[in-house]
């Protein structure tokens, strides 16, 4: 039985798993992995991601699989959030509870186990930081090396940490999170001793469909919010809802809402400037996670976007601080470009593009822990000031 094969979403021609290109041989686009048989779905007895399994990688064998048990993560709800965005039940999904403090892990745990399968001992991603920090986290559990290319102080310390402690060999780019990207796909071009971690691997995609089982296990929201900003996850959640919906498992399909920052928002120009092709930006946010101009994962964003007749918009670096601020104040706490999850929700609210009694999901992409640049500006009080 071939459980899963390669197809190109854009002319449609078909490779098997046995390769590592994720590249359409014929028109360049990135591959989907197709998985042919949903219809006998069911739920495998591990916690977590591979819980789901027979919808992310059937036919993988155990003794490849390296999980350090992601996902299975908190939906939290408080009052504080339903007081700020006007909507009383809205739900926050903590992706900051994973392994290595992001939804990273989902997707990196897929394509390591296949890393394993293929036989790689060389794995390579260009970041804005998480995706570094999993890649190396996961990389050495395996015994494989990993090498990351990072856009030189531009990156979370945290996360840069993260990276360096977990045995990845670093490069520096001296440009932003774009060129290191380029600079992965051009390796890729020359190389292929390396296995690519970044999203245009479609078992990253497979991993991080995964938040949406969990999420529509447990509710039936009209609304998904997310930070967006190289669109793999835009990417993953329509892909997950096409098949929950194709499998007969969901009667309503939520509406997904990508939130990117004012100054990385080219998807949302590309959809509501109903353009043909994605115009690149550099970007600027302080928001470093989804600083992002010019994102791979485009055209299968846009097919998750018109499945779920979803919604793109963008927040400013003001309203993702102010958003933190509540989330962190409501004692759940993310960094920086997950609060953009929460500020869209709000702004959407507020022009009544959302009902009050309508019932979102948001997902916190991030740790708090990760991304400390923006806080330690506090003011501190002295110690009169608490006593007397
Ligand atoms: N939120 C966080 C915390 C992220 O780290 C990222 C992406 C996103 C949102 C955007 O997700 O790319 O699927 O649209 N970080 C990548 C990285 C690019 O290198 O860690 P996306």
Redesign the pocket.
């Not at 804005?128 to 920090?133: F, I, L, R, V």
């Given at each position: 039985m071939v459980y899963s094969i390669l197809r190109c979403p854009v002319c449609n021609s078909e490779y098997d798993i046995n390769r590592s290109s994720y590249l359409c041989d014929k028109c360049g686009n990135i591959l989907d992995i197709i998985q042919n048989d949903l219809d006998s779905f069911e739920l495998s007895n591990y916690d977590g991601v591979w819980k789901y399994k027979n919808l992310i990688h059937p036919g993988i064998d155990k003794k490849y699989i390296v999980t350090k048990r992601e996902g299975n993560t908190n939906l939290y709800k408080n009052f504080k959030i339903s007081d700020y965005s006007g909507i009383e039940n809205i739900f926050l999904k903590h992706?900051g509870e994973n392994p290595t403090g992001?939804?990273?892990d989902r997707g990196m745990t897929v394509a390591v186990s296949e890393a394993m399968r293929l036989g790689f001992k060389k794995t390579l991603?260009?970041?804005?930081?998480?995706?570094?920090?999993?890649a190396a986290s996961y990389s050495s559990f395996a015994g494989i090396n990993s090498y990351v290319l990072i856009p030189e102080g531009r990156i979370s310390k945290n996360?840069l940490f993260q990276a360096i402690a977990y045995g990845a060999n670093i490069v520096n780019i001296n440009g932003d999170?774009d060129t290191a990207m380029a600079n992965v796909r051009e390796t890729l071009k020359k190389r292929d001793d390396f296995y690519v971690l970044?999203?245009l691997n479609p078992w990253r995609i497979e991993g991080?469909k995964t938040i949406i089982f969990e999420i529509m296990e447990k509710l039936e929201p009209d609304f998904i919010s997310?930070?967006?900003?190289?669109?793999?996850?835009?990417?993953?959640f329509g892909k997950a809802l096409m098949e929950l919906k194709s499998m007969d498992k969901i009667k309503n399909v939520p509406k997904l809402i990508?939130i990117q920052a004012e100054g990385a928002s080219p998807f949302y120009d590309y959809i509501n400037g109903k353009m043909d092709k994605i115009v690149p930006v550099k970007a600027e946010t302080i928001?470093s996670?989804?600083r992002?101009g010019n994102?791979v994962?485009f055209k299968k964003?846009k097919r998750s976007i018109e499945f779920t007749k979803g919604i793109v918009e963008k927040v400013s670096d003001r309203e993702i601080i102010e958003a933190k601020r509540i989330i962190d104040g409501s004692g759940i706490g993310c960094?920086p470009?997950?609060a953009?999850s929460l500020a869209g929700v709000k702004k959407l609210r507020d022009s009544n593009v959302i009902g009050k009694s309508d019932t979102v999901a948001s997902i916190l992409?991030?740790n708090i822990l990760?991304d400390l640049d923006m806080d330690l500006k506090y003011n501190a009080m002295n110690m009169e000031d608490v006593l007397f």
């Open positions: 992706e992001s939804f990273k991603c260009a970041s804005t930081g998480n995706t570094s920090a999993a996360k999170f970044n999203s991080q997310f930070p967006a900003g190289n669109l793999g996850n835009t990417s993953a990508a928001a996670a989804i992002i994102p994962n964003a960094e470009a997950s953009a992409t991030g990760k």
